[in-house]
């Protein structure tokens, strides 16, 4: 069956330390997008790639930083880890044709940074 | 600027009634709508949507209504069990009026629902 897969599910790191999380997708989708939950905000467009080579920023991309070279991976760096990244991240992809706007999330990983 | 709000961070309901959650947006260009249903330590899970040319949408014990002259949505489950207890999340979508290749979606912040046995 196909699926959506984050990696690590758990990180602790520390202040100043670059960290990248994984997301990979078995849809075949051409649109994956990357958010943070955080309480009293919801969820957070952070980076969003509608394909391979493109990517593009969402509301919250400061310190953020993704890169698409192919359809299954859309990886989430952060280049110098702040305890306000301290936050639980979400995948999600979509595909094409009728159902576009639907989303389909990953389970999620749950980054401290100490 | 929150375009997608919802306004009760969390609801009880007793087990067997209607769980009615609602959603208010502000940006007009909004043409499809989306609940979310999320479990602790889950991702969120799709539930049910509805297109800005319909003003209903109904699956099993699930349905959307769309008021668009309010810009309001809600989401009723009838009757509620102990399972749904979860957060909801609304979600919105421009992408029919920005034209091809918008595919974002803008959340509400969720309203957690607990069905009591």
């Known amino acids: 069956d196909a699926e959506i897969t984050q990696s690590p599910r758990h990180k602790i790191t520390e202040t100043g330390r670059q960290v990248t999380l994984a997301c990979h997708q078995t849809w075949n989708h051409n649109n994956m997008f990357w958010y943070r939950q955080d309480l009293g905000h919801g969820l957070r467009l952070i980076h969003y790639s509608y394909g391979v080579q493109d990517t593009n920023k969402g509301e919250v991309s400061d310190g953020y930083s993704v890169s698409r070279s192919n359809t299954e991976d859309l990886p989430l760096t952060l280049e110098s880890a702040a305890s306000s990244q301290t936050s639980v991240y979400f995948c999600?992809?979509?595909?094409?044709?009728?159902?576009?706007?639907?989303?389909?999330f990953g389970p999620g990983t749950r980054l401290t940074v100490l | 600027d929150q375009q997608v709000k919802q306004n009760s961070p969390s609801l009880s309901v007793q087990e067997g009634r209607i769980s009615i959650l609602n959603c208010d947006y502000t940006n007009s260009m909004f043409d499809y709508f989306l609940w979310y249903k999320k479990y602790p330590a889950e991702g969120p899970t799709f539930l049910i949507s509805i297109s800005s040319i319909k003003d209903k949408n109904e699956d099993g014990r699930f349905t959307v209504f769309l008021n668009k002259s309010a810009k309001h949505l809600s989401l009723h489950i009838v009757p509620s069990q102990p399972g749904d207890s979860a957060v909801y999340f609304c979600a919105a979508s421009a992408r029919l009026n920005s034209g091809a290749g918008s595919y974002q979606l803008t959340f509400g912040k969720g309203t957690k629902l607990s069905v009591i046995p």
């Open positions: 999600a992809s979509s595909g094409q044709g009728i159902n576009t706007d639907t989303q389909y």
